[in-house]
């Protein structure tokens, strides 16, 4: 009989990602209840606009004029209930164990940092000027990124249908994650929801967070090595 010994190690407390959850449900809470004009007004103000940081001398410029504020602020403007709620189920699912490995601040700087990436990206490959892209797509596709370069080998629950009966399964998480990514390629080019997605923000930030938790992984043995005297 073998019995788990607990640590005397306290994890630390995850508090980014119910900050964020509850952040970005109170955004969404907050724009709707402004009404449709001032709803509509409110996207167009904080929401990333396209077209309009190609050229250099328009990017200084929009330093200047709170252009590059909307690459963030974009992060927690939603268009609609299901939009909000699929985000807010993949950051539940994939951010608190990225979260629990990174630590709560590194956390929220992959979200902020991943999303803003992300919405650059979407800004800068969208020909169409005036489109405004908004959503935190981007920042949990980073947090994605982010959870398969943390837990490579990991495996998630999947239920998988099997005629009138649910059959729950666990498959590998770089499994399901490779699929999600490679749809993202895919949907970026053809598809139902061609040209109302910004798919190339899912990308960029799916890429931005394997990068940037490669770089918070080798911090974090580093650390690790000095602390044990290597």
């Known amino acids: ?36 004009e001032a709803q509509r007004s409110l996207v167009t103000e904080w929401g990333a606009l396209t077209g309009g940081m190609v ?37 539940l699912i994939f951010g608190l164990p990225a979260e629990r490995a990174m630590g709560p601040w590194r956390f929220l700087l992959l979200f902020l940092l991943g999303g803003a990436v992300a919405n650059l990206a979407a800004v800068l490959t969208i020909g169409a000027p005036d489109r405004v892209v908004i959503g935190a797509s981007g920042a949990v596709s980073a947090v994605i990124g982010a959870y398969l370069a943390l837990f490579p080998t990991a495996k998630l629950g999947v239920v998988v249908p099997l005629g009138l009966f649910l059959e729950f399964v666990k498959a590998p998480a770089s499994l399901l994650i490779g699929i999600w990514a490679l749809l993202q390629v895919v949907f970026a080019y053809i598809g139902p929801a061609f040209g109302a997605v910004a798919w190339s923000a899912h990308i960029a930030g799916f890429l931005f967070g394997v990068v940037f938790a490669l770089f918070v992984r080798a911090a974090i043995a580093r650390r690790m090595r000095k602390r044990q005297g290597y």
């Open 1 to 36: 009989m073998f019995v788990s010994i607990p640590s005397r190690r306290k994890s630390p407390v995850r508090w980014a990602t119910p900050a964020l959850l509850v952040l970005l449900s109170v955004a969404f809470c907050w724009a709707v209840t402004r009404g449709g």
């Open 55 to 91: 050229a250099p001398e328009v990017w200084l410029a929009s330093l200047k004029s709170g252009t590059v504020l909307r690459l963030f602020t974009a992060l927690f403007l939603h268009a609609d209930w299901a939009h909000l709620l699929g985000n807010l189920v993949f950051l």
